[in-house]
């Protein structure tokens, strides 16, 4: 099983950004799946989560800014970022819990990071 994430960039501040992560591989179930984010030396900490009946969550600091939707079909999250700020910038790193086939119960993996860097 493997995410692979995608979407990330530089962009002025006010500007948008939309990432993607695909989930592949011989894959059962996906609960919830996620977004998060690290900057150097910081902890990494929730951006916005959602689950696969489309309940979601979402950080303080980007909440009427960013939203989260995923398409179960595809098995791939997004995050549209609207608004964004320089202190948005950081690595975002997608996350899912999977259940693959002959497997017994969910897993937690994680895609590779993206980098996003909000100029001001």
């Known amino acids: 099983v493997q995410l692979q994430a995608s979407g990330g960039g530089l962009v002025q501040a006010g500007g948008s950004l939309r990432l993607s992560c695909a989930a592949s591989?011989?894959?059962?179930?996906?609960?919830?799946m996620g977004w998060y984010r690290q900057a150097p030396g910081k902890q990494r900490e929730l951006v916005a989560a959602i689950t696969s009946g489309g309940s979601t969550n979402y950080a303080d600091s980007v909440k009427g800014r960013f939203t989260i939707s995923r398409d179960n079909a595809k098995n791939t999250v997004y995050l549209q970022m609207n608004s964004l700020k320089p202190e948005d910038t950081d690595v975002y790193y997608c996350?899912?819990?999977?259940?693959?086939?002959?497997?017994?119960?969910?897993?937690?993996?994680w895609g590779q990071g993206t980098q996003v860097t909000v100029s001001s």
């Open positions: 996350n899912a819990n999977i259940w693959y086939n002959g497997g017994s119960g969910y897993s937690n993996y």
């Open positions: 591989g011989n894959i059962f179930s996906i609960n919830v």
